[in-house]
């Protein structure tokens, strides 16, 4: 769905460009931006807050670029944008919003059409109450230990975990992450871990803590080739399988559960 969503965006700017007699830019940001009562074209909402900003600009003419405006107009009917209109809806399905902006270069005056497309990337905290019933509030300041041998992956899932109100450990070696809780074993509220990791696998670093603390609950993420079967996962006392990549939404809600429960 993302590679569809940048596609049809991208699209957009090249044929803005190709309908120009003179030669223009196209430029790609991905970055962490706040917004403040700007307005979504799509659905009409008011943004406010901190959204991971994927965006498309270009310096063609205004009066040869296609308007957007029109084009993710809920109630437009032009045939030709029925692609671009279908992203639109597919952003928000993801709660997501677009926004639509004419920066000015201060330097060469030059204009640019800037079509942000916003994902409220750490806001799943919210939508479990919403989505899945699920309230975090009496939990909030448990003390979560994140095992991922990629950094990347490993830093994502702690600032997730962070914005819902956890206290976050990331470790990204599962031997430093066990030598941690063999330190501290009352420290931690609950493991998530990557099962497949160079120097020892998810399920034996959940075994090895587990012989420690018993009632540690226990979060298992893997691809699908790398799942172990559920009887393998009982009998080590896991508490959750989860498939990668992660659904934030869904980790926050085994997350919940299982400190609600333990």
């Known amino acids: 769905k993302l590679n569809r969503i940048v596609l049809q965006v991208l699209m957009n700017a090249r044929n803005a460009l190709a ?6 830019h196209i430029k790609v940001n991905l970055s962490m931006e706040k917004t403040q009562d700007k307005c979504c074209l799509f659905c009409g909402k008011v943004i406010n807050g901190k959204h991971a ?17 029109t084009i993710f107009a809920p109630d437009s009917t032009d045939t030709a944008d029925t692609e671009l209109r279908l992203v639109a809806q597919i952003i928000h399905d993801s709660n997501g919003h677009i926004l639509i902006e004419t ?11 800037k079509v942000s497309l916003l994902f409220n990337t750490l806001s799943a905290s919210s939508s479990i109450s919403t989505n899945r019933n699920t309230d975090l509030s009496g939990i909030h300041n448990k003390h979560l230990m994140v095992v ?10 702690g600032e997730l975990l962070k914005s819902a109100g956890f206290q976050v450990s990331v470790f990204c070696d599962a031997v430093d992450a066990l030598a941690s809780f063999h330190n501290a074993p009352q420290t ?5 871990t990557d099962q497949e990791m160079p120097a020892l696998r ?5 075994e090895r803590m587990l012989h420690i603390r018993p009632d540690l609950p226990v ?9 172990i079967d559920k009887e393998q996962a009982n009998a080590l006392n896991i508490s ?12 926050l809600h085994h997350v919940a559960t299982q400190l609600l429960d333990s």
Do not use: M
Not at 188 to 192: A, F, R, T, W
Not at 202 to 206: D, P, T, V
């Open 19 to 24: 309908n120009n007699s003179d030669q223009g």
């Open 53 to 69: 900003a994927l965006s498309v600009l270009n310096n063609s003419s205004a009066a040869e670029n296609r308007s957007f405006e």
């Open 103 to 113: 920066q000015q270069n201060a330097r060469t005056g030059v204009n640019w059409k």
């Open 148 to 157: 991922d041998d990629e950094n990347s992956v490993a830093s994502y899932l």
């Open 188 to 192: 931690y509220d609950l493991l998530i």
């Open 202 to 206: 998810g399920h034996l670093l959940a």
């Open 219 to 227: 979060i298992l993420c893997a691809a699908k080739n790398d799942f």
């Open 240 to 251: 959750a399988l989860l498939t990668k990549p992660l659904d934030s939404a869904e980790l």
